[in-house]
């Protein structure tokens, strides 16, 4: 069942009116994408929140500046929803290890450590149910 800023999961009632909204987006468009409701729900609530404490300011005035997720609206094109199933890849670029879904534009986060990466990158794949997929410095795949 869809929902809207009036009628959402309660999981979500104790959030920031700004993240409840990208929340709600998001899991209507994982709903949209045949995801049951019980993964929906915690997956939305996580990207929401991930969401609002990697924004800039400007971001997050823009989204919260457009209108309401309604019940009914299409997400057959919601760009984020084809991503969730793809497995997550730590690399190195730039003197930095970074966690990115495989086929997102750009990564999730960049960190000095690999142990940190890796840390980040089996919390995103545990909340998709996807897998990690790490590179060496040399960028060879590691089993």
Avoid: C
Wanted: net charge negative.
């Amino acid at each position: 069942m869809p929902w809207d800023t009036k009628d959402y999961p309660d999981a979500m009632k104790n959030l920031k009116k700004v993240v409840r909204k990208k929340a709600i987006d998001i899991a209507n468009a994982l709903l949209d994408n045949d995801y049951p409701e019980d993964r929906a729900i915690p997956i939305a609530i996580s990207q929401a929140e991930d969401w609002f404490e990697k924004s800039d300011h400007d971001e997050i005035q823009a989204f919260d500046s457009k209108p309401k997720p309604r019940k009914n609206d299409d997400h057959e094109h919601a760009g984020n929803a084809d991503l969730l199933d793809n497995d997550v890849l730590i690399y190195f670029e730039d003197d930095k290890w970074k966690v990115q879904t495989k086929e997102a534009q750009r990564p999730d986060s960049t960190f000095d450590t690999k142990k940190d990466a890796t840390d980040r990158a089996k919390e995103i794949a545990d909340n998709k149910e996807s897998n990690v997929i790490s590179y060496t410095k040399d960028g060879k795949k590691q089993s």
